[in-house]
C-alpha cells in the first residue's frame, strides 16, 4: 500500500472527493470512529466499506443517511429498525424505505414522507396505505404513474 493512503488527512480528502475511497484505503480507517463519522458526512455511501463494527453504531449511521438515504442498505439490521433513522433516509431519499424494516412499511409518517420524494414507489408500503386517500394524493402528485398502485377503494379522511 501506497504511504499516502496511511496519510488520515489525505485519506479524508480522497473520500470527501470520490465516493468510494474508503473502498482502497488500509483496514485500519475503516475501524476509526472518529475517521468514519467524518467520512460520512461528506459521503453518505461510504458506509459500505466501513467495518461491520462500525456499521452498528446509531450516530454514524444516522450521519450517512443524511447524506445519502440509500446507505441505510449497509447499515446493521438493528439500525434499519430505528425509526429515526429510517425517517432520516426516507427523507433524503424516497427509495431508501425499501431498505428499512417492514414494519416502517406500515407506519404512515414515513410511508407519506417516502411517496412524497417518489410517487412510483407506493408500490412499496404496505397494502393497508394504498387505500389512504392523503398518501395516494401525495403519491400522485409527485408521479402521475403512482395511481396503478393504489387500492381502488380509497378510504375518505
Given at each position: 500500500?501506497?504511504?499516502?493512503?496511511?496519510?488520515?488527512?489525505?485519506?479524508?480528502?480522497?473520500?470527501?472527493?470520490?465516493?468510494?475511497?474508503?473502498?482502497?484505503?488500509?483496514?485500519?480507517?475503516?475501524?476509526?470512529?472518529?475517521?468514519?463519522?467524518?467520512?460520512?458526512?461528506?459521503?453518505?455511501?461510504?458506509?459500505?466499506?466501513?467495518?461491520?463494527?462500525?456499521?452498528?453504531?446509531?450516530?454514524?449511521?444516522?450521519?450517512?443517511?443524511?447524506?445519502?438515504?440509500?446507505?441505510?442498505?449497509?447499515?446493521?439490521?438493528?439500525?434499519?429498525?430505528?425509526?429515526?433513522?429510517?425517517?432520516?433516509?426516507v427523507k433524503q431519499n424516497?427509495?431508501?424505505?425499501?431498505?428499512?424494516?417492514?414494519?416502517?412499511?406500515?407506519?404512515?409518517?414515513?410511508?407519506?414522507?417516502?411517496?412524497?420524494?417518489?410517487?412510483?414507489?407506493?408500490?412499496?408500503?404496505d397494502s393497508s396505505l394504498?387505500?389512504?386517500?392523503?398518501?395516494?394524493?401525495?403519491?400522485?402528485?409527485?408521479?402521475?404513474?403512482?395511481?396503478?398502485?393504489?387500492?381502488?377503494?380509497?378510504?375518505?379522511?
Amino acid at each position: 500500500m501506497s504511504e499516502d493512503w496511511a496519510d488520515r488527512t489525505y485519506v479524508l480528502e480522497a473520500v470527501k472527493q470520490r465516493g468510494n475511497a474508503l473502498e482502497y484505503v488500509d483496514e485500519s480507517f475503516k475501524k476509526d470512529r472518529e475517521f468514519i463519522l467524518e467520512a460520512v458526512k461528506h459521503n453518505g455511501w461510504e458506509l459500505l466499506y466501513v467495518d461491520s463494527s462500525l456499521k452498528k453504531d446509531r450516530e454514524i449511521v444516522l450521519e450517512a443517511v443524511k447524506h445519502n438515504g440509500s446507505a441505510l442498505e449497509y447499515a446493521d439490521s438493528s439500525l434499519k429498525k430505528d425509526r429515526e433513522i429510517v425517517l432520516e433516509a426516507v427523507k433524503q431519499n424516497g427509495s431508501a424505505l425499501k431498505y428499512a424494516d417492514s414494519l416502517f412499511k406500515r407506519d404512515r409518517e414515513i410511508v407519506l414522507e417516502f411517496v412524497k420524494h417518489n410517487g412510483s414507489a407506493l408500490k412499496y408500503v404496505d397494502s393497508s396505505l394504498k387505500k389512504d386517500r392523503e398518501i395516494v394524493l401525495e403519491a400522485v402528485k409527485q408521479c402521475g404513474h403512482a395511481v396503478q398502485y393504489a387500492d381502488l377503494f380509497i378510504e375518505k379522511r
